[in-house]
Structure formats: structure tokens, C-alpha cells
């Protein structure tokens, strides 16, 4: 089954001749680099292989969170709260984007002290999050029939239309004059003296001083045709979408068994809340000892399988010329298929917790690539091995809720404005000096 629907955005027919700063992908983080940049006068040009969001940026939960953040991620996404805020208005476009509310549950006495204690990630924000329980918890979770203790509730948190928000931020780009070029993949850069000299599409070159890699699942790929090592692997999840039901909850959800978020539509997205498939390929084991200490510490929640991705991955050249088609132009969209067992699983997991859901209709099941780090943050940062080479990935299932803030973050490394939160965590330099890469378990 093909993946979701997405809002098409139809690519500029010219190619410029030269620019100042190149975006590759059209994914969220892409598109919101552009829109920064082009807010601030650059000239940009973003290039999509494909078509705009059409991989994982549009097959994510939809949620807009600050709740249960990797604590190196509060910042950024405090940021991303207040952008979101009044993002429909700035773009002069609809996401989807309202503040609902999410509910991370706690069954039991560990688990609800685990919420607890991530609560100090938010001291000093001014940001609305507690622990729930009794009758405020029952009020949120109508016709609910899960035994818990209670809950962490963050109001401001939200949600947002993923087959709408990518294309919305990239016609905004295209609004400041941005060039939105799809079906154009980049093959490479070219340098001068050291330094970026431009890009190398299918449909020919653009000059330009620098480059924004944001390729999501493909990044390790482009940056291994120049010796760069971005330890990146990707993790399978499956999502399910209902048609428009009646008494389900308004708030979005998350337990171990299943996560929910109602859609713009009535609708409701459903997914596993912790169990992801990871497909052994090649560079798993190329990469293995650095993923050791996250997959310690999420061995339980990730399901190992060696199958054809295996050999579709061995199949794809490390080296390519410039003049010649490249891996991008022979895999247009990643649309994995998903996962019949584990839907079904975590559906039913739902349905006995909120018999109203005995009514829903799966209208779809779509699965994406999550592109993950070792220590599941994102890289958001200049790579000093080339000058005026950047790259903005690796979100690892996060980027969505975080992506204007990134991309504001990523303009501000570019063009060397004070950064709107401290860069350091992302630094892509972490993972070659000495520095200790720790993920931390949970979401």
C-alpha cells in the first residue's frame, strides 16, 4: 500500500544559476532551513529527489511535543513551541497545528515517578506540564478502561498535520523566493579551494557558498561519497489511520502498548508506543558499536529482522560521478511496507483500552524510515571538514515537533548569527573527539 497522501507541491521549472545556500531535502527540516533563510533575504534554492515530505516528514505521529524530550532537546523545542504557535498565520497556510494536550500514562509507581522527575527539564520555561490522576485523568480519557496511576499532562503540547506542515513551510519558502526544485536530486558538491562551490543536480549545476544537507534516512549516504561518517541507521515504524470516529479522546496519548493523536479530519493516527522494527543491513554492523549502548537500553521495544533490505542496501554503490545517475535518482521516496502483525497488535492493544475504537475503520497503513544517531539527537551543525558543508538530521523519530526550530537553528549556524539556543549538543564533531555519546532511554 502506498504511503499517505500529501499535499502536492509542484516544483519551479528553472533551475538557478546560483544562489547562496543550497537545501538538500524537502522534508520539514529542509523546508523550514529554506523559509529561514529566505526570511532573512538569502538567495535559496531547495532540492527534493522526490516531492516535498513525501517520507518521513509525512508518515510521523503528527505530534508537536515538549513532553518527555531528550533534556538536550527542552531548549530547542521551547523554541518550536512558541513558532508553532503562530506558524499558520505566518506561512498564510493550514497545518493542522492546535495545542490539545498530551498524556504520557503511568501504570504503575515507577513509571509515574519516571514522569515525575522529567518534569525538572521544564523548570524556568513557564511552560504548563503536571502529573494528573482521579477524575482530571478520566476527563481526559473518555470511555478509557486502562488501570494507571496517572499521568504526566502537558497542555501546551500539540499536534499538527504531517502530509500538510512540509509542503505549507516550503510554498511559504517559495513566497520569500526560494527555488523549490522536485525531482531534482543532488549528486554531490563541488569545491574551491576547500571550500563549497556549488551542487551538482540531475538537471545540472547551481553555484552557491553553502550547502545544507537535510536528507533525513539518505544523509549517511551522501556524506560517505566524501569521506564524512554520519553514524546513521534507520528504524521501521508503522502507522495506522482511521477514518473519522465519534468519542475518542481529544488529547494525544501515549502508553507502552499503542500512541494516538486525533487528526484534523476526526480521524486518528495509531501507532506502537514503544516497538519499532530495525532491518540489519550492512552498515548495522559497521555501526554496531556505536548503537550498542542505545540498542542496551531499548532492546526490548526494537524487533531485528534479516530480509531483502539487506541486499537492497548492499546493491547501493558508496561512489558514484558527478555526470552519471545517482542512488537518489533510482529511489525516488522510501515507502517501506508496513508491518501487518505489529498494526494489528497495537490496534488491538487500543481497542480494549477504549472500546469506542471497536467502530473505527482503518482507512490506511503506511510505514517510514526513521534516520537515528546513536544517541538519538539530531545533527545540527557545520562540518569543519569542509567549509560551507552543513547538515541538519538524524532527528530520530523527533524532528517533526522540533523542525521550525531547527531549521531557524540551522539558518543561525549558516549564517553565523547568535544561535537562538545553545548549538553544542548537536554538534556533528561529537562523534569524532572523544566526547561520550549517551542516549537516554524512554521516548
Same mark, same amino acid.
Given at each position: ?34 523559509? &529561514?533563510? =529566505? ?6 534554492? +531547495?532540492? %527534493?529527489?522526490?516531492?516535498? *515530505?513525501? /517520507?518521513? $516528514? ?112 516550503? &510554498?511559504? =519558502? ?6 523549490? +526544485?522536485? %525531482?531534482?536530486?543532488?549528486? *554531490?558538491? /563541488?569545491? $574551491? ?251
Amino acid at each position: 500500500m502506498p504511503g499517505p497522501y500529501v499535499v502536492r507541491v509542484h516544483g519551479d521549472e528553472d533551475l538557478p544559476e546560483k544562489v547562496d545556500v543550497v537545501v538538500v531535502g524537502g522534508g520539514i527540516i529542509g523546508a523550514s532551513t529554506a523559509l &529561514e533563510l =529566505a526570511e532573512r533575504g538569502l538567495k535559496v534554492a +531547495l532540492c %527534493e529527489k522526490g516531492g516535498i *515530505g513525501q /517520507e518521513q $516528514s509525512s508518515r510521523n505521529w503528527g505530534w508537536v511535543r515538549i513532553s518527555r524530550r531528550d533534556p538536550r532537546e527542552v531548549p530547542l523545542m521551547a523554541e518550536a513551541l512558541r513558532l508553532w504557535s503562530g506558524f499558520d498565520q505566518r506561512l498564510g497556510r493550514d497545518t493542522g497545528y492546535t495545542r490539545a494536550g498530551i498524556l504520557f500514562t503511568a501504570p504503575d509507581d515507577k513509571s509515574y515517578d519516571e514522569n515525575e522527575r522529567w518534569l525538572q527539564n521544564l523548570e524556568g520555561y513557564q511552560l504548563e506540564s503536571r502529573m494528573i490522576s482521579g477524575k482530571e485523568l478520566d476527563a481526559l480519557l473518555p470511555g478509557g478502561h486502562m488501570p494507571l496511576k496517572g499521568a504526566l499532562y502537558t497542555p501546551v503540547d500539540g499536534r499538527a498535520e504531517p502530509q500538510k506542515a512540509a509542503p505549507a513551510i516550503a &510554498e511559504a =519558502a517559495r513566497d520569500k523566493g526560494a527555488a523549490i +526544485l522536485t %525531482e531534482c536530486a543532488v549528486r *554531490g558538491i /563541488e569545491t $574551491s579551494g576547500g571550500k563549497i562551490s556549488g551542487v551538482v543536480t540531475e538537471r545540472g549545476t547551481i553555484g552557491c557558498s553553502a550547502v545544507v544537507l537535510a536528507g533525513g534516512a539518505w544523509s549517511n549516504l551522501f556524506c560517505g561519497l566524501y569521506g564524512i561518517d554520519l553514524p546513521q541507521l534507520k528504524v521501521l515504524n508503522t502507522v495506522i489511520r482511521t477514518k473519522p470516529l465519534q468519542g475518542g479522546p481529544e488529547a494525544a496519548l501515549w502508553s507502552k502498548d499503542f500512541a494516538i493523536r486525533k487528526r484534523q479530519d476526526g480521524g486518528y493516527t495509531i501507532a506502537s508506543g514503544h516497538e519499532n522494527i530495525v532491518d540489519i543491513v550492512p552498515k548495522s554492523f559497521r555501526y554496531a558499536r556505536q548503537f550498542l549502548p542505545a540498542l542496551k537500553l531499548e532492546w526490548n521495544s526494537l524487533s531485528f529482522r534479516l530480509g531483502g533490505r539487506f541486499f537492497d542496501e548492499a546493491r547501493i554503490p558508496a561512489k558514484w560521478k558527478m555526470d552519471e545517475a545517482s542512488p537518489f535518482e533510482y529511489n525516488r521516496v522510501l515507502d517501506p511496507k508496513p508491518s501487518l502483525d505489529l498494526s494489528n497488535r497495537f490496534f488491538d492493544s487500543l481497542k480494549a483500552a477504549f472500546p469506542v475504537f471497536n467502530q473505527a475503520e482503518i482507512a490506511q497503513r503506511w510505514a517510514g524510515y526513521i534516520d537515528a544517531t546513536p544517541d538519538a539527537i539530531p545533527v545540527i551543525s557545520a562540518v569543519d571538514e569542509i567549509p560551507g558543508f552543513h547538515i541538519a538530521t538524524g532527528f530520530s523519530g523527533h524532528g517533526f515537533g522540533i523542525g521550525p526550530a531547527a531549521g531557524r537553528l540551522m539558518a543561525d549556524i549558516v549564517t553565523g548569527r547568535a544561535p537562538v539556543v545553545d548549538p553544542a549538543a548537536f554538534r556533528f564533531s561529537r562523534f569524532s573527539d572523544g566526547s561520550k555519546i549517551t542516549p537516554i532511554t524512554g521516548f
